[in-house]
């Protein structure tokens, strides 16, 4: 099945201590976004990539960067994550950009120690 | 401003009685309603979308409707495992008259099913 896939599910780092998390696709969509939600809140987007087009939100700290190597694979690095980064980390996708369904992975959950 | 409320907070149902979730919003042009089951830990399973008012949507013990100011997810029947936090997410026309591809969630109904 077609499908979102994240690695790892869980991921511990201690503070300050650069994480990458990992998203890949197999429904080889043109859109890729990276969410963060905090316990009992709603997804936040942080940034998005259309294809090689990066666009970062006006709110998404700069401690957060992106990459995306190919269709199918996107990154999201913390370079020194704060005990206020500790969240659940969401991959989407979708076919277009606008009028589309996004389509999650499972997530990953991160713990800052 | 866009916005998205959804109420109940929380629903606690018997199994089998019958109930509706609501998402309003005011929004400056909808591009999209989106309905997402989200499971305690697990990403958001996708369950509906619907484009424009009267539009209707149909999955099992579940129904979304969709009018100019709001829609609805009814829940026929419910089991214990359609226990879950159900979110509601809006794309809008962005300022300039162009759709902006950014998803505004509401916080959710968290729904249990009791046996």
């Known amino acids: 099945d077609a499908m979102v896939i994240q690695n790892p599910r869980y991921q511990v780092t201690q503070f300050g201590k650069p994480v990458t998390l990992s998203c890949s696709q197999t429904l080889n969509h043109n859109v890729m976004y990276w969410y963060q939600q905090k316990s009992s809140q709603a997804p936040k987007l942080l940034f998005h990539?259309?294809?090689?087009?990066?666009?970062n939100e006006a709110d998404t700290p700069d401690n957060f960067q992106s990459r995306r190597p190919n269709t199918s694979f996107c990154f999201l690095d913390i370079r020194s994550p704060g005990l206020g980064d500790a969240a659940m980390y969401l991959c989407?996708?979708?076919?277009?950009?606008?009028?589309?369904?996004?389509?999650f992975g499972p997530g990953t959950r991160l713990t800052v120690l | 401003e866009d916005q998205v409320t959804q109420s109940p907070e929380a629903l606690r149902l018997q199994e089998g009685e019958s109930s509706s979730l609501n998402c309003s919003y005011t929004v400056s042009g909808l591009r999209g309603l989106f309905w997402y089951r989200q499971d305690p830990g697990k990403g958001p399973e996708f369950l509906f979308t619907?484009?424009?008012a009267g539009e209707e949507k149909e999955k099992e013990r579940l129904k979304a409707t969709l009018t100019k100011k709001e829609s609805f997810l009814h829940i026929t029947a419910p089991k214990p495992e359609d226990s879950a936090t159900y979110l509601c997410a809006v794309q809008a026309l962005g300022f300039d008259g162009g759709a902006t591809n950014k998803l505004i969630f509401g916080t959710g109904t968290l729904l249990a099913v009791q046996p």
């Open positions: 990539y259309y294809d090689k087009d990066f666009n």
């Open positions: 989407a996708t979708s076919h277009r950009l606008v009028a589309d369904t996004q389509y």
């Open positions: 619907l484009y424009s």
